[in-house]
């Protein structure tokens, strides 16, 4: 089966992982060159560290990077079955790119957007053939995380829907149907998770620091009493504040402005001053080499 991955970025590197793991032949396309060359070095160095820990070998190795091959132009992708965009979340931008696919790929081939929040009938509404396209929402890492979201819009048709749900469990993942609302399930449930995480820091209590120590506080208390595994702003910051950000406020619009998912300043300025979290070396947290991590 050949699979066309678009945007090599956080997501998409995994994605092509999981498809390339699955045997498929995939080919991971971005704008940018270098997060094409990013996504090589990272996948090399994820490979050899599952060799380290003994669950790959060298010829394994080579069989999953032998399914990647990285493409700088969108017509290179024309022989795609299934493609799955995992570029920036905003609506124009996804739908400029599906419509010029449309015009590349046969006409039965699967249109799929990883989006966290975005109407997936809405990205359809720009094809001619809306039956085609459906969400397939993967989590952050994609090779590790079992679940992935399903998601139907109004125009899917059944075939696609079916087989997408065979294409995912083939690749080993647990795939789940999810409505077309807005955050699907896991991103809905987990908006309060930030928000409510940031709205904490925001008003502040006796004797909660500002900055670091204050973020370190927070998920202290909720990794060591409360038993999460991260906590939220180690999250946010793994999953990228900008992308998080954005989705936050899609959210929030699309559930017509409810309060309950009103997205942070605090949030907002991280963002716009580019502490993007682990992928740009800064979030709430600095990730530069050397530098210490906060404690509470
Ligand atoms: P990212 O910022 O790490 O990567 C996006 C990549 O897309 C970049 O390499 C960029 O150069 C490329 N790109 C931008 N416009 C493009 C275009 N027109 N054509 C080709 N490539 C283009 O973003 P990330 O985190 O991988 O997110 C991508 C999508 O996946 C978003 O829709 C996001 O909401 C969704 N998502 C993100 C998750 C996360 O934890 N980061 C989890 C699940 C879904």
Not at 102 to 119: F, H, P, V, W
Not at 261 to 274: C, D, I, V
Request: aromatic share 10%; charged share 25%.
């Amino acid at each position: 089966m050949h699979i066309a991955i678009i945007g090599s970025g956080t997501m998409g590197s995994g994605i092509a992982q999981v498809a390339a793991t699955a045997n498929c032949k995939v080919k991971l396309y971005d704008t940018k060159k270098e997060a094409l060359e990013k996504a090589s070095n990272s996948l090399d160095k994820i490979l050899n560290r599952l060799i380290e820990k003994g669950r790959i070998d060298e010829v394994e190795k080579k069989r999953i990077q032998g399914n990647i091959s990285y493409v700088e132009s969108l017509q290179d992708l024309h022989d795609a079955d299934l493609t799955i965009e995992a570029i920036v979340e905003n609506l124009q931008v996804k739908q400029n790119v599906f419509q010029e696919l449309e015009g590349i790929q046969k006409k039965d081939a699967i249109m799929a957007s990883n989006t966290s929040s975005l109407s997936i009938a809405s990205i359809a509404s720009c094809l001619k053939n809306p039956e085609r396209c459906i969400g397939i929402h993967f989590f952050n890492p994609a090779p590790l995380m079992p679940l992935v979201e399903i998601i139907p819009a109004v125009q899917t048709s059944v075939k696609v829907f079916n087989q997408v749900f065979s294409i995912i469990q083939s690749w080993d993942k647990v795939a789940v149907k999810a409505k077309d609302t807005p955050g699907f399930i896991v991103n809905r449930v987990a908006r309060p998770f930030y928000g409510e995480a940031l709205r904490i820091y925001e008003e502040g209590f006796e004797g909660l620091p500002e900055g670091e120590k204050g973020f370190a506080t927070i998920d202290w208390a909720m990794k060591s009493i409360g038993k999460f595994r991260m906590g939220p702003f180690e999250l946010m910051d793994f999953i990228g504040n900008d992308v998080n950000y954005t989705v936050t406020e899609t959210v929030f619009t699309a559930f017509y402005f409810d309060p309950r998912y009103k997205p942070s300043f605090t949030q907002k300025r991280y963002a716009e001053a580019g502490y993007l979290g682990r992928k740009s070396g800064r979030g709430y947290y600095n990730y530069a080499e050397g530098a210490e991590k906060a404690n509470p």
